[in-house]
Nanobody, 114 residues
Framework: QVQLQESGPGLVKPSQTLSLTCTVS??????????WSWIRQPPGKGLEWMGT???????NYSPSLKSRTSISRDTSKNQFSLQLTSVTPEDTAVYYC??????WGQGAQVTVSS
């Protein structure tokens, strides 16, 4: 069965870039009809879709985050990554990676603080 696992720093300073990686097992991110997404949940708030990369490499981003968000992939490692630039404390959240057939990673807590 498909499994996803987020990894990356748990603490990022304001104005820096948040970087997370999602490692996928039992499915190839570069083939088939899968799409791979990043979603976050700030404390006390709902889930927020950030962006998606499709198996053909095309990407879609949330309009509200598009200027600061980049999703990339490394098919040789079967990983896809998130970069969020110029972070503020409002970017503090649990960050999830997710497949298009609704398999989620366990989530990574990221705190933005000096």
């Amino acid at each position: 069965q498909v499994q996803l696992q987020e990894s990356g720093p748990g603490l990022v300073k304001p104005s820096q870039t948040l970087s997370l990686t999602c490692t996928v097992s039992s499915a190839s991110i570069g083939t088939g009809y899968y799409a791979w997404s990043w979603i976050r949940q700030p404390p006390g708030k709902g889930l927020e879709w950030m962006g998606t990369i499709v198996s053909d490499g095309s990407r879609n981003y949330s309009p509200s985050l598009k200027s600061r968000t980049s999703i990339s992939r490394d098919t040789s490692k079967n990983q896809f990554s998130l970069q969020l630039t110029s972070v503020t404390p409002e970017d503090t959240a649990v960050y999830y990676c997710k497949s298009s057939d609704d398999v989620w990673g366990q989530g990574a807590q990221v705190t933005v603080s000096s």
